[in-house]
Structure formats: C-alpha cells, structure tokens
C-alpha cells in the first residue's frame, strides 16, 4: 500500500493587482511506497515546498487529489501520524531544547511516562544531548535543524516528510542526519525528503524524483537511474616524463592535467586503460590511482532540468 499515493495534484496561484495565474505545481502523479526513502529534487522555485504543503492539508489543490497513509490528504487522521520538518524552522526561542520537546510530546498526546524517556533518546538521537538545557536562542542553525529533526520524531509518526532537512548542517551534523534517516527506514517508517544535496540522496534514497517547473519530469530507483555503465576511467600518475605523457595521448579523453610531478589522464574503458597502463608501467612511472566513475545523479539532475526546460 503506497504511503503517498496523488493523481493530476495542481496548485495554481493568483499574483499581483491583475491576478496573473501562476501554475506553481501541474499534474503531479506519484507514489511513495510504504517503508522507502525518497528524495524530492528540484531547483528552488520548482514547487517541492508546495507540494509538501499540499501532502500536509496546508493549502488545497486547485486540481487533482491524493492520499496519505491511506486517507485523503488534509485529513486529520492521516496528519496525526505524520512528521514534519519545514525548511526553516522557528521555535520558541526562550524555552530549552529539552523543555521544547517536552512541549510537543504534550501536544501530540504522548503518554506522561513515555516522554522524559523518548525526549531523552531523541535529544541523543540528533546529537543536542549536551545541549539539552540551552535556550534555543543560543543555538546555531545547524542545532535548530537537529531539533526539528528531533520534534518530527515524536510520537512515532509513520511517515516523515522533511523539507531541506540538510539546510545548514556541517559535514558532521549531515552524516548523523543521513545516519538519522536510514534508521528510519529500518524503523519501517517512509521518509518523503526534499533537498538539493544530491550526494547525500544518492547515499540514502532507495527511490528519487525529479520537480522542473512544478511538472515532475522523472522518477525512479536510484540504481536504475544511475546504471552501471563506466562513463570514464580516472589514473593519476607520478613521475612520467613529458615523452611518456604524449605517448598515452592518443588513448585518453581530452588532455592531460598536471601539477608538480603528478598527472591525471582520463581514459573511455577498458581497452584504453590497458594500453595506457602498459605504458607506464613499462616506463617505470608510479600509478597512484585507477578509478572509475559512473554517471552520477547531478548529470542525471542537470539533464532532467535542461530537458523540462524546454
């Protein structure tokens, strides 16, 4: 059974003092399935946020329909059993982080003798521990957006819908964010994501779709979309002299980069490399490195975006 289930879901907005009509999101038609992550990719202005908005009841859709959880969306059946991170969270500055959790395990009616315990572990779940008993008007952006993470877990919610749930983390708040996420998944909860960090969805989404001008152009399991084709193979080398350089010339793509005494060449496959490794093992040069690369998920992107575009 799909978690996020939408057919034909369009917003339309009126803008200005002659009500110019401005499609921000047209004909979506989706399905998360129960228990996967998925990112939700798109440039700004694409229309992720209002799609979000649209998932959770916040706004109507002008035309279209879908489900959440197996109730229409809005429903207020389906939305006690979501989590929700917004992309820029404010909270209330003057309470603690571990008061301000307390106040939302209230709201969603969690048991009086389960919530010292699941504040606790959450607060050490998204690293703030320690700084539990701070004002959160001392916190940095990065620490906001771990709370956040943190208030979107309470109550066991089914599904997680986070917006730019990344936004402002340094490389280590991001990878307990990642790590955050795939728990979820082994938690059997679904994780709907919208985000612009595209190494960090190909690390954690099982499946991926892609927003250009509010029409979703593509969507699909990340290892279908990237394949396994090779699309260059990299060698970085030390000590080769110009001669040997020319000479691996007629077999790389491009030219050669170079800097101090190391070079880097980039080869189509497997038979360019062979050929070029023979030379310079043979010449006696070091090889520091062979390594091949696939095509990645930004090309992927970048394609999908020209191609919507259009």
């Not at 992550?37 to 202005?45: H, S, T, V």
């Not at 404010?90 to 315990?117: D, I, K, N, W």
């Not at 959450?122 to 703030?128: F, I, N, P, S």
Request: hydrophobic share 40%.
């Amino acid at each position: 059974m799909p978690a996020i289930k939408t057919k034909g879901l369009s917003k339309t907005y009126r803008v200005g003092f002659w009500g110019r009509r401005v499609d921000v999101l047209r004909d979506l038609t989706l399905e998360v399935e129960s228990g996967e992550i998925f990112g939700y990719l798109g440039p700004n202005g694409a229309g992720k946020s209002t799609t979000i908005k649209l998932l959770l009841g916040l706004v109507r859709p002008t035309l279209g329909n879908g489900e959440v959880l197996d109730s229409p969306i809005g429903a207020a059946r389906a939305r006690s059993r979501i989590g929700f991170l917004p992309e820029n969270p404010s909270f209330y500055e003057y309470l603690t982080g571990r008061e301000f959790l307390a106040f939302c395990a209230r709201l969603l009616s969690v048991p009086r003798s389960q919530r010292l315990e699941q504040v606790q572990s959450l607060l050490g779940d998204v690293g703030l521990s320690r700084a539990a008993d701070l004002q959160i008007r001392k916190y940095s952006k990065g620490m906001v957006q771990r709370l956040g993470l943190a208030q979107a877990l309470l109550g066991d919610p089914k599904l997680l819908i986070l917006d730019e749930p990344m936004s402002g983390l340094d490389p280590i708040g991001r990878k307990e964010v990642r790590d955050l996420i795939l728990r979820q998944k082994a938690a059997e909860r679904t994780v709907f994501f919208s985000t612009h960090i595209l190494p960090d969805v190909e690390v954690i989404c099982d499946r991926v779709g892609i927003l250009v001008d509010g029409k979703l152009v593509k969507t699909g399991p990340i290892a279908e979309l990237l394949g396994e084709e090779i699309e260059c193979i990299e060698i970085t080398v030390a000590d080769a002299p110009e001669p040997i350089l020319r000479q691996v010339e007629a077999f790389i793509l491009g030219s050669s980069l170079r800097q101090q005494s190391r070079a880097m060449v980039r080869v189509k496959g497997e038979a360019e490399l062979e050929k070029v490794l023979s030379i310079l093992v043979h010449a006696g040069c070091r090889v520091l490195s062979v390594i091949p690369h696939r095509r990645g998920l930004e090309e992927i992107f970048l394609a999908a975006h020209s191609e919507g575009g259009r």
